[in-house]
């Protein structure tokens, strides 16, 4: 799944030629740096990779989603449509720019529910924003529609899913503003990193300066350049980028690698009927970094995680449901409002309403899931190995049951 399972001379190569100049910043510095500027190399793969206008490299994907929704002019007391199964980040950058999580079911593609995001609807939302999660992608025609009918903006949190599509177009290129991530265990990695993309110009200029303390990066010295607006430091630096570089040119490798070895984990997991695989909008789209599926129970899938752990071999095999980062009911953190300073009335209010049981919708679907992470590394002997003891874990639990009955 993640791009440093294959790192090498490639990487090395592209943070040599920084470290030899000694110019680790983006900015600036034009005679020293002898004509080395990573970021802005990584920024135009993206845009060719992705097929968009603009990228905007950011210091890590968490403080690209901030910067989607500062340059999409989301702030105080506005809400934001989110889904229940995320990284924390999602609702982290909300608050951060002052506004409001409304946190909505999943259904089986684990990702919003359209349904659910119509009935979340009020007077004050201002964007619905789905989480590509796992490496595929969310039910985008029904929420393009919502949000065309109700004026809301779509931001697309792809940090998950790096070069995935949905009917042809990369995800993170069709809401107004995508974003992505690459941390350590992302697709392509820069050891930290992320992007937002857009085919704004408008939007664009406005990630450039947010990102850079409000920097207008009109003229050649920085301390006269003008601030026409607040921002941040949200900048990646040249030997991050230098590493994605070298990744981002892996990315057909890394992609034909993982449909590969996912289709042949799948092909062992589907001799069992029991188990059912994540509705998967656009199938030719996904870019396989997981294999999620489901079995029958909540029940029956704690049995089964029960089994892995005990075999060994629940390494790989993600249970969202008990896990303390991407799933609500553990988020407790937020469902108590723990912040270290004061947050806003409406956040405040609108955050100690939330409780552990308060969507068994998604609980029904998370409850039963289990993501397989697809390795870029096996062998096929190796795959074969994987499937055929995870499916001698599931018979064994289904029989178990059987004889409990
Ligand atoms: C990783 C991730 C982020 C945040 O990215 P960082 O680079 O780790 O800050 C945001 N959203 C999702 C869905 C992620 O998986």
Redesign the pocket.
């Known amino acids: 799944m993640p791009g440093f399972e294959l790192f090498g001379p490639e990487e090395r190569k592209e943070v040599n030629d920084v470290l030899e100049t000694g110019i680790y910043m983006r900015y600036g510095f034009d005679g020293p740096r002898k004509g080395i500027w990573k970021s802005k190399e990584l920024e135009a793969a993206i845009c060719k990779t992705l097929g968009v206008k603009y990228a905007q490299l950011t210091s890590?994907?968490?403080?690209?989603?901030t910067t989607a929704l500062a340059i999409l002019g989301i702030g105080a007391g506005d809400e934001v449509i989110m889904p229940t199964f995320?990284?924390v980040?999602?609702f982290e950058a909300i608050l951060g720019v002052g506004a409001v999580p409304v946190l909505v079911d999943v259904d089986e593609t684990l990702t919003l529910d359209p349904a659910a995001v119509r009935r979340a609807i009020t007077p004050r939302t201002k964007c619905v924003m789905p989480?590509h999660?796992c490496g595929s992608m969310a039910d985008l025609d029904p929420l393009m529609d919502i949000c065309a009918a109700h004026q809301l903006v779509l931001l697309e949190?792809a940090?998950?899913s790096f070069g995935a599509r949905y009917k042809g177009k990369y995800l993170g290129s069709i809401g107004q503003v995508g974003?992505f991530?690459?941390?350590f265990?992302?697709t392509v990695t820069c050891a930290?990193?992320?992007a937002v993309t857009t085919n704004s110009e408008d939007l664009y200029i406005k990630a450039d300066g947010y990102t850079d303390h409000g920097h207008d990066h009109k003229g050649v010295d920085r301390g006269a350049d003008l601030h026409p607006f607040l921002g941040f430091n949200y900048r990646i630096s040249e030997l991050h980028a230098a590493v994605g570089l070298a990744q981002i040119r892996k990315l057909d490798k890394f992609l034909s690698i993982q449909k590969k070895n996912h289709q042949q984990l799948k092909a062992i997991l589907s001799t069992v009927p029991e188990i059912s695989f994540r509705k998967i909008p656009d199938p030719a789209g996904d870019s396989c970094t997981f294999l999620s599926w489901f079995l029958p129970t909540e029940a029956i899938t704690r049995s089964l995680v029960a089994e892995l752990k005990e075999q060994g071999i629940i390494a790989g095999n993600f249970y969202w449901f008990d896990n303390n980062w991407h799933y609500y009911r553990k988020w407790t953190h937020l469902h108590q409002a723990a912040s270290l300073s004061r947050l806003s009335e409406v956040q405040h209010s609108a955050l100690t309403k939330l409780s552990p049981d308060a969507f068994p919708a998604s609980d029904r679907v998370m409850g039963r899931c289990i993501s397989t992470a697809i390795g870029l590394a096996w062998t096929d002997d190796q795959i074969k190995e994987k499937g055929e003891k995870i499916v001698g874990a599931v018979k064994k639990v289904l029989s178990r049951e059987k004889a409990t009955v």
């Open positions: 890590s994907g968490t403080s690209a989603l995320t990284f980040a999602s989480v999660m949190d940090c998950q974003t991530s690459f941390d265990v992302k930290e990193g992320g």
